[in-house]
Every structure is written in structure tokens, then in C-alpha cells.
């Protein structure tokens, strides 16, 4: 961590300071300095909280920061990242409070789901049951999001498509593949996890399958497995086969 020069006033920038190596985060930087989060206060320092932001400048070898400042309203777009990251934090925050306990036991199952499946291996994409992805599930573009808006029926009513799918006498089975962005979420991450497709096992055609997901905006249905057979994946009966409903 580079040490950092702090004003003991700051009203008086290029006066005293205090230079510490601990006691902050990095949140993001550019070539002339860095936008950071203030974690420990020196005692000597009166202007700052923990939770602080400070925008500090690089000596010049890199090697040292010197706090100037705290940010301003034209920082947001030159440290765009950590102020997205900060958006984020908060985000997740304000999910955590108004959480469910219902809700933290249906994410915390399927996130449980993923791992395992994706300990197991790592050649394919998780696939979990239908009612496991759906059954707790608010976030509308966590499944065709660029349909969303665009002619794709709320989540709700495509969840209810697809069950009614999933009863039909000719059919198996439907699993939901995971998006493998869901790798990109935190541990303690309350967003839904990504979706990529949806397999049906059945023993009707694709021509037939097509019909039946006629206007959820699909880009089709294509045989198989387009993203690889996960080994959690049952096996089709005898007499069935793998579609999968795309979208792109």
C-alpha cells in the first residue's frame, strides 16, 4: 500500500500533514491520482470520518499519494468505477435490508446449487430446476434481459409459460442454464444469478417446441446442449431428447 500524505487541515492543503500507510482503500485511480475510502482517522486529523472519500495525487514515480481534497461532482465520471462500486455497495446494502428471510433461503439454495455443480465441474454451465430458479426470483432481466422490454412477458408469466411447458405429458423434464457471469458475483451478493437458456427434455420435436414458446422472443430452439452437458444433468428417458429455448 502506498503511503499516504493527509493535511492535518483542510483549510490548509499545504500545510502540516501526516503521512500514513494503512487506513484506506483504493477504490479506483487514473495516471495522476486515486479515489480513495477512508477506513482509520490519525488522531491528529479533524476533517475526516471513516467512510470519508478523498481524492489524492500521485507523487512523481507513483510511489506515494498526497490527499488534496474531497471529491466533487466532476470526479463521478473520472473515477467512474469506484464510484460504480460505491453505488453497488450501497445497492446491495438497501437488498439485504428489505430481504426476506424467505427470499435469503430461496437465493442462499440456488447459490448453494451453483457452487456445488460448479465444484464438480467446471466444462459446463450449472443447470438447476425450473421452480429453484423461478420461486423467489424479482430481478426481470436476470433471464433475456435485451427481450425485456421488447415483447418478453414479465418473469412472472414466463415462469407460468414454462411450467405449463414442463407439465405437458410429452415432456420430462425443464432445467434453466446459468449465465456463467454469475462467477462475477460477490459471495455475499443478493442478485439473481444470470440465466442463458432453458433445456427441455421431451419427446416431441423442435418444430413442435417452437409452438409452444410462441412469444416469450426466443431466438429459437436448437438440439442439444449449445454450452456442453453439465454431469449434474439427468439423462433423458428412453425415447427423449435435449432442446434448448435461446435467446440472444
Not at 514515480?61 to 498526497?66: A, G, I
Not at 464510484?83 to 446494502?93: P, V
Not at 420430462?172 to 459471495?187: F, P, S, T, Y
Amino acid at each position: 500500500m502506498r503511503p499516504l500524505a493527509i493535511p492535518l487541515d483542510s483549510a490548509r492543503i499545504g500545510g502540516a500533514s501526516i503521512t500514513v500507510k494503512a487506513g484506506y482503500e483504493l477504490l479506483d485511480e487514473d495516471e495522476k491520482g486515486a479515489l480513495l475510502r477512508i477506513a482509520e482517522v490519525p488522531q491528529a486529523v479533524g476533517w475526516l470520518a471513516p467512510g470519508d472519500l478523498l481524492v489524492a495525487a500521485f507523487d512523481r514515480q507513483r510511489k506515494s499519494l498526497k490527499a488534496i481534497r474531497k471529491p466533487e461532482e466532476k470526479d463521478r465520471l473520472r473515477f467512474h468505477r469506484g464510484h460504480g462500486r460505491l453505488y453497488d455497495e450501497e445497492r446491495q446494502r438497501a437488498m439485504r435490508l428489505a430481504a426476506s428471510d424467505e427470499f435469503l433461503r430461496q437465493h442462499g439454495q440456488l447459490m448453494a446449487l451453483i457452487r456445488a455443480q460448479h465444484a464438480q465441474s467446471d466444462k459446463a454451465p450449472p443447470v438447476v430446476p425450473l421452480d429453484a430458479y423461478f420461486d423467489g426470483n424479482s430481478e426481470e432481466e436476470s433471464i433475456a434481459p435485451n427481450q425485456w422490454g421488447y415483447g418478453r412477458p414479465p418473469l412472472a408469466q414466463l415462469w407460468e409459460r414454462l411450467r405449463t411447458i414442463a407439465q405437458r405429458p410429452d415432456v420430462q423434464v425443464l432445467l434453466v442454464g446459468i449465465h456463467d457471469e454469475w462467477q462475477e458475483l460477490a459471495e455475499d451478493s443478493l442478485d439473481w444469478p444470470p440465466a442463458e437458456n432453458v433445456h427441455i427434455y421431451t419427446r416431441a420435436s423442435a418444430q413442435d417446441a417452437e409452438q409452444w414458446i410462441e412469444g416469450l422472443e426466443a431466438d429459437g430452439v436448437v438440439q442439444g446442449w449449445p454450452c456442453g452437458r453439465h454431469p449434474a444433468a439427468p439423462e433423458p428417458l428412453p425415447g427423449y431428447a435435449v432442446l434448448t429455448v435461446c435467446w440472444d
